[in-house]
């Protein structure tokens, strides 16, 4: 069971907008920076979201993340078809020694 | 272009070793922190260990501490992942990535992943 809290599957129709949230503890989203990461299966996984809002070169503005308290959350305007994929946050923790924590993922379909 | 590729991934028998290879190019390599990274079966990402720019400080997740040992050679640039006393429960796909440089320890490139069978 992993620490990082996702709910396992999202769902939202074309154009809307999709918010996938993550729930941690103080150790991990409390006290360091979150990022996301979108996976399509048989492929590498893509950093979508680092340092909690931070979007990577060539990642778009639909992309948003946030974080408050304990709890992040990944935002997707905009909402396309290829953006069908799995989504995952990921903390470092620091009562686990800097371990670093991947939530268990959620599946997003777009309806 | 800013690649990595993983190789070494392979069936193999309970308590087994394997050695997995990651060869990085288009970037400075020695600047940079790694990690490897795994999807097994049915799960989400799982990591598994990171090693600094210059080997002097490695991390282990508590499923491969003490089985598996990450390593680096900066002047072939390329990461190694040495896993020892494997178990069914280690097969997957084995990714390597590169950490982006903000504290952070997120993961910015990655490589397509090498699969592990761990079966007898």
């Known amino acids: 069971q992993s620490v990082l809290t996702q709910p396992p599957s999202a769902s939202e129709t074309p154009g809307q907008t999709v918010t996938i949230s993550c729930s941690g503890s103080s150790s991990n989203i409390g006290s360091n920076a979150v990022n996301w990461y979108q996976h399509f299966p048989g492929t590498a996984p893509k950093l979508l979201i680092y340092?909690?809002?931070q979007r990577p070169a060539g990642v778009p503005d639909r992309f948003s993340g946030s974080k408050s308290g304990t709890s992040a959350s990944l935002a997707i305007s905009g909402l396309q078809s290829e953006d069908e994929a799995d989504y995952y946050c990921s903390a470092l923790d620091d009562s686990l020694s800097g371990h670093v924590l991947f939530g268990a993922g959620t599946k997003l379909t777009v309806l | 272009q800013v690649h990595l590729v993983e190789s070494g991934g392979d069936l193999v028998k309970p308590g087994g070793s394997l050695r997995l290879s990651c060869a990085a190019s288009?970037?400075?390599?020695?600047?940079?922190?790694m990690g490897w990274m795994r999807q097994t079966p049915g799960k989400g990402l799982e990591w598994i260990a990171y090693?600094?720019?210059?080997?002097?400080?490695?991390k282990y997740a508590d499923s491969v501490k003490g089985r598996f040992t990450i390593s680096r050679d900066n002047a072939e640039n390329s990461l190694f992942l040495l896993m020892n006393r494997l178990r069914v429960e280690d097969t997957g796909v084995y990714f390597c990535?590169?950490?982006?440089?903000?504290?952070?320890?997120?993961?910015?490139?990655w490589g397509p992943g090498t699969v592990v069978i761990v079966s007898s």
């Open positions: 990535a590169r950490d982006v440089p903000s504290g952070t320890y997120a993961f910015d490139i």
């Open positions: 288009g970037f400075t390599f020695s600047d940079y922190y």
């Open positions: 090693i600094s720019s210059r080997s002097t400080n490695t």
């Open positions: 340092n909690t809002n």
